[in-house]
């Protein structure tokens, strides 16, 4: 994908006015209020543990997959500034989805033909014939953006096209001979596309975004497609453009019984302004997608439903090819928004992965959600644990166990009980009186965070301009919270990843200490503070 198609319409018509002559993001490239020094920022903001390539910019995750013992993670990827600028594929590997290997740039663009976002699966029955026999070849599809066609004004500047790999994934080929694979049919957004093997109906999938809705196409080879449907104008959110589309059956937790999700992303008008990710379940006939009646009266009773509330969650998609015998749905995105990612204060690299995520799909009554919670591989790499008492009294009240660990690499958990109308806050602070509050408003119903106070965010008036809220089903009784922190970033997952708000921040100290605050009174049980070391 590319930074413009998120940029505000007015900034979107300017540049399209005055692109001749000049790259497409060069009227923000330099907006940066940064002045640090590339080894301070290295030490104050490159993350301990979220994914980060060495130097450039990175955007959407794309192209994941399993195999031969290493999760591959690609991703938008321009090296030579940390901008938004011609689109490449960059890749890196993991054995246990934490601990990253940057590699070589896996796809390059051609002349004005940037590689924007898609996705791989392995095609273990070489359906493709692109395989020689040794492994099974590895089919990515991803969009062909013509840079030549949008000077010119055209519409059908986008197409899909393929590249495979005989060797796992590490090398890869374009499919020149036979692209594109699907020819764009006359829509100006039309990107992002997300295979998969429908086992139940015996055929490749792919959904792809076509500017206000999602659609679904079928294939026998990964190189021959037909459409089949469409789905989402007028439903759902619809703020922006729609984008990066992700499409799955999944088992219903604790049952035989399955559903269909669509992940879908749009920017902007996500759920706190800007990029979000939202998603509909449904059930899939081979052909058309279609709501479930009592999840289409929750989108129409709340607009849209979000896999994640905070500002900094976009792009996400799920890994394609995980073994059955693990059988978990496994999701990363974009830890960044387009309202402010191309000005953020880094200057060598810009943006980083969330922590990488396993999706379940709960049922409560006649009501299907989606939850997600840090996959459990993290837990590896906890060197100390700390279990501190109960916490109970009114006002503020300092938890001195937080000053005993590293609270820029660490997990907190910990209970809320018996909660009144009132307003729960969790302060993180470090020693120049900057903080980030976090917690639960019981009295509008609400989850928030508050990062107004957080250190640098001059850098953009859409930053922190703005309480981040995630609403709630009336009076909460308990909570239960898990935080992860690294040193740019909170990731917070409540009562078991029901509900998700991811952001990042720019401190110019680390926070050192956490306090929460109430004036009704705190009971708070359960604490872990969990120190990572992933080196």
Not at 173 to 196: A, Y
Request: glycine content about 8%; some cysteine; aromatic content about 12%.
């Amino acid at each position: 994908m590319k930074s413009k198609k998120h940029l505000p319409l007015a900034f979107y018509s300017a540049i399209l006015l005055s692109i001749a002559g000049c790259k497409p993001y060069s009227a923000v490239a330099q907006n940066t209020s940064v002045s640090v020094s590339a080894s301070s920022e290295e030490q104050m903001y490159r993350p301990n543990f979220h994914f980060t390539p060495k130097k450039g910019w990175m955007n959407d995750p794309n192209g994941m997959f399993y195999a031969d013992g290493y999760y591959h993670l690609f991703y938008q990827y321009y090296p030579e500034k940390s901008v938004w600028g011609p689109m490449h594929w960059g890749h890196a590997i993991s054995k246990d989805l934490i601990k990253w290997e940057e590699q070589p740039i896996a796809l390059n663009p051609d002349k004005d033909k940037y590689i924007f976002s898609g996705s791989a699966v392995v095609d273990t029955h070489n359906t493709s014939g692109l395989g020689t026999g040794k492994t099974a070849p590895i089919v990515a599809i991803y969009t062909l953006h013509d840079m030549t066609k949008e000077k010119e004004g055209k519409i059908d500047v986008e197409q899909q096209d393929i590249a495979y790999s005989n060797d796992n994934g590490f090398t890869w080929q374009k499919f020149e001979e036979g692209n594109p694979v699907v020819k764009n049919p006359g829509i100006r957004d039309f990107r992002d596309p997300k295979v998969t093997w429908d086992e139940t109906h015996k055929q490749w999938i792919m959904v792809l975004a076509a500017q206000d809705r999602a659609q679904f196409y079928t294939s026998e080879n990964l190189k021959k497609w037909e459409y089949l449907s469409e789905f989402g104008k007028n439903i759902g959110a619809h703020g922006g453009v729609w984008e990066c589309p992700d499409f799955f059956q999944i088992k219903v937790e604790g049952t035989n019984e399955t559903k269909w999700v669509l992940i879908q992303n749009l920017n902007p008008g996500g759920a706190n302004g800007g990029s979000g990710t939202q998603y509909f379940i449904g059930d899939f006939d081979g052909k058309t997608f279609t709501l479930d009646v009592n999840f289409a009266k929750r989108v129409e009773a709340e607009k849209a439903v979000w896999l994640d509330y905070g500002k900094d969650n976009y792009a996400g998609v799920t890994w394609n090819n995980i073994p059955s015998a693990d059988g978990r749905r496994l999701f990363i995105g974009w830890m960044s928004n387009w309202d402010y990612a191309q000005q953020v204060p880094t200057n060598a690299w810009r943006s980083s992965t969330t922590i990488a995520r396993e999706i379940q799909l709960i049922k409560k009554g006649e009501n299907y959600s989606l939850v997600s919670n840090p996959v459990k591989e993290i837990n590896k790499y906890v060197s100390k644990t700390i279990k501190g008492k109960s916490v109970k009294g009114k006002g503020k009240i300092s938890i001195p166990e937080a000053g005993k660990i590293d609270l820029t690499q660490a997990i907190v958990s910990f209970n809320l009980k018996n909660l009144k109308k009132d307003t729960y806050n969790f302060t993180l602070a470090n020693a120049v009186g900057e903080s980030l509050t976090f917690g639960i408003n019981n009295s509008d119903h609400y989850l928030f965070v508050d990062r107004s106070k957080s250190g640098k965010n001059d850098f953009s008036e859409k930053f922190a301009s703005t309480i981040t809220k995630a609403a709630l089903e009336g009076n909460q009784k308990e909570g239960v919270f898990k935080i992860i922190l690294d040193k740019t970033s909170i990731e917070i997952f409540y009562n078991n990843g029901e509900k998700v708000i991811t952001e990042i921040f720019f401190s110019n100290q680390p926070f050192t200490s956490l306090s929460v605050s109430s004036n009704e009174g705190i009971e708070l049980s359960n604490l872990v503070i969990n120190q990572l070391n992933i080196n």
